[in-house]
């Protein structure tokens, strides 16, 4: 079968597009054939090292999300499920082998079936674009009835956290974007109001459009960079939920936080637990059911063209998912 992979770690042209083993399901595992890989920002900051982490096996082939059929099973898992649709949650995660092949090999709860009126496409932004803005909005008791701002709400996060912020009853949704195409992108998808970071003073801003309190969540994308920031735009008992940052450390202000009674929830979406896993899902595809949910499918690549993708994601040079057809 056909298959990207690297054996060591560095920029885009350490990438290899060619021929490998299809693999087999173990007990417990299904054999997804794939027909989208969806590349995210942890793909190639992983292939680049950018992370500091030495390589956890020695070849790897990468991306944790896609989607496909299910070709076979192993022992234990019910054979009903072959021709099942399915989309792909963690494919890379602990494990050598990710969803930039034609096959996949893997646990079956890791394939959730992907509703009728989901196309391949968009399931393949699901695993972590979807599931992380969805648990950064249930988490810590959740957005009803609150004043939610997303911090870039133009990327992949941010579009499905403003969706999901209204479908979850948020009083408000603001978006932090960075260009006035962004603006309209974030609007589209639910937002209020929108703010340029780069040419309004956000604090000012959220303090304008919330009477003085403050947000009750931030849903964050770069808490080394907006750090400075967040007391003053968090009200009393807020939360931000942080999933994201472009440094290695963020200096907190002690005394504004403290006094405001501020909380931060940091988490990383490969490492919910089966609990937090099976609620982000369930109202998930429980949304995808209804056709309730809006994708920004950018950019459709072959899977020849991986390195090409990486250039692309780490360039920020779409608004919207980067996919690969396998």
């Known amino acids: 079968m056909k298959a990207v992979w690297y054996d060591r770690t560095g920029g885009p042209e350490v ?7 299809t693999p087999s399901p173990a007990p417990g595992e299904v054999l997804v054939r794939l027909a989208r890989s969806g590349v995210n920002p942890s793909d190639w900051k992983t292939r ?8 956890a096996f020695p070849r790897v082939v990468p991306h944790s999300d896609g989607a496909g059929t299910i070709e076979a099973v192993g022992d234990g898992v019910d054979r009903a499920r072959i021709g099942e649709r399915v989309w792909i949650w963690n494919g890379q995660w602990r494990r050598a082998w990710g969803t930039a092949a034609e096959c996949i090999a893997l646990p079956a709860a890791q394939a959730v079936r992907l509703p009728e009126g989901t196309g391949f496409d968009e399931g393949a932004c699901l695993g972590i674009p979807a599931l992380t803005a969805l648990h950064a909005l249930l988490t810590d008791g959740g957005v009803s009835g609150r004043r939610v701002l997303v911090t870039g709400g133009a990327g ?3 579009h499905y956290a403003i969706q999901f912020a209204r479908l979850l009853g948020a009083a408000a949704v603001f978006a932090t974007v960075s260009s006035e195409s962004k603006a309209a992108h974030a609007a589209a998808a639910g937002a209020d109001a929108t703010i340029d970071y780069k040419r309004e003073d956000v604090p000012e801003r959220i303090s304008a459009l919330t009477g003085g309190r403050g947000v009750d969540r931030v849903v964050e994308v770069d808490v080394s960079g907006n750090a400075a920031m ?5 009200a009393p008992g807020g939360v931000c939920a942080v999933y994201g940052a472009n440094g290695a450390a963020a200096e907190i202000a002690f005394g504004p936080s403290i006094l405001k009674g501020i909380a931060f929830r940091f988490f990383i979406v490969y490492e919910l637990d089966t609990a937090q896993r099976a609620t982000a899902v369930g109202a998930l ?5 209804r056709r309730l949910v809006r994708h920004a499918v950018a950019a459709r690549m072959p899977l020849a063209e991986c390195a090409e993708a990486h250039r692309a994601v780490q360039e920020g040079r779409h608004t919207g998912n980067v996919v690969l057809e396998c």
């Open 15 to 21: 990438l290899t597009h060619g021929d490998l083993p």
């Open 285 to 289: 595809n429980g949304w995808l059911e």
């Open 48 to 55: 680049s090292g950018s992370n500091g982490r030495p390589m």
């Open 156 to 158: 992949s996060v941010g």
């Open 230 to 234: 967040l007391p003053a735009l968090l």
